[in-house]
């Protein structure tokens, strides 16, 4: 037979729990408590440190700290316009010769020679003055449709065709040599004359307008020095009976019955 162990307490009493239940519960509670404050207390120091960081960032960019709101508007408007500030230098002299020499050349010496055509839309008219920075192919779209005129009879697709060359000097990792600077020069050559005749034209009719002007304006002042002497010639006697009759009264040499006066001075001169 088996050995089987029965409990033999009475029923009526409950049973105690063991202590070391009761132990792992507290344990576990104490955990989930600390791990909860020591994410707390992580949450709270990464706060304040994204807080204080922002705060030093916005110190350091904001221009004008501590300043008047007129004084940060005027800083904001400079700061503005330094953004569009830009330099385009000459790379090669206009007396170099550059027969015979590297590619890189012939590109610095291309990127150059549109500065021609920037003097000749200046020329042309004030308002096509090419800002810095501003694209190339977008400018010149931009003067072929202005109200001008100075571009209409150069095609688009020569246009697109001298900017993609450009590009082509100025970035392109293709290579770029005489052939490729010859075909570029004669497409801004193109330009530049129909930018000069059109220029030529508009300063002959500038020339014929104040030529016109000066005509009509001595013809006004001929007309008006005519008139001028024709009424001089007019008032000539009118103005001479104004003059006698201002001038002093003098007693008359003859007396009311018709005797001339011997001690009048007058007299004594026509009778000597």
């Known amino acids: 037979m088996s050995n089987v162990t029965t409990n033999n307490a009475p029923s009526g009493t409950k049973s105690q729990p063991k202590p070391a239940t009761l132990l792992a519960g507290t344990n576990l509670l104490l955990v989930l408590i600390y791990g909860l404050i020591f994410v707390l207390m992580i949450v709270i120091f990464v706060k304040r440190a994204i807080l204080r960081v922002t705060f030093l960032s916005q110190q350091k960019a904001t221009p004008g700290n501590g300043s008047s709101k007129k004084t940060k508007a005027i800083i904001n408007q400079r700061l503005d316009e330094a953004i569009h500030f830009a330099y385009?230098?000459?790379l090669v002299p206009e007396d170099s010769q550059i027969d015979d020499a590297p590619n890189f050349?012939?590109?610095?010496?291309a990127v150059d020679a549109f500065n021609h055509i920037?003097?000749?839309l200046a020329e042309a008219n004030d308002e096509l003055q090419r800002p810095l920075g501003k694209s190339i192919r977008q400018h010149l779209l931009d003067a072929k449709s202005h109200s001008s005129g100075c571009l209409k009879s150069i095609r688009t697709n020569q246009l697109h065709l001298f900017s993609d060359m450009y590009t082509h000097a100025r970035?392109?990792?293709e290579t770029f040599g005489e052939a490729e600077y010859r075909r570029y020069m004669d497409l801004s050559t193109?330009?530049?004359n129909t930018l000069r005749h059109r220029t030529n034209r508009k300063k002959l009719k500038e020339r014929r307008l104040l030529r016109q002007n000066a005509a009509s304006v001595s013809e006004t002042n001929q007309s008006a020095s005519t008139s001028y002497e024709?009424?001089?010639l007019?008032?000539?006697p009118t103005v001479s009976l104004k003059d006698t009759n201002s001038t002093p009264h003098v007693p008359s040499p003859v007396s009311i019955e018709g005797e001339k006066s011997d001690s009048h001075p007058l007299?004594?001169?026509t009778r000597t």
């Open 105 to 109: 050349i012939y590109r610095m010496q």
């Open 190 to 192: 193109d330009i530049i």
């Open 267 to 269: 007299l004594n001169e």
């Open 230 to 232: 024709t009424t001089q």
């Open 234 to 236: 007019i008032e000539m």
């Open 118 to 120: 920037d003097k000749a």
């Open 88 to 90: 385009e230098p000459q």
């Open 171 to 173: 970035s392109s990792p």
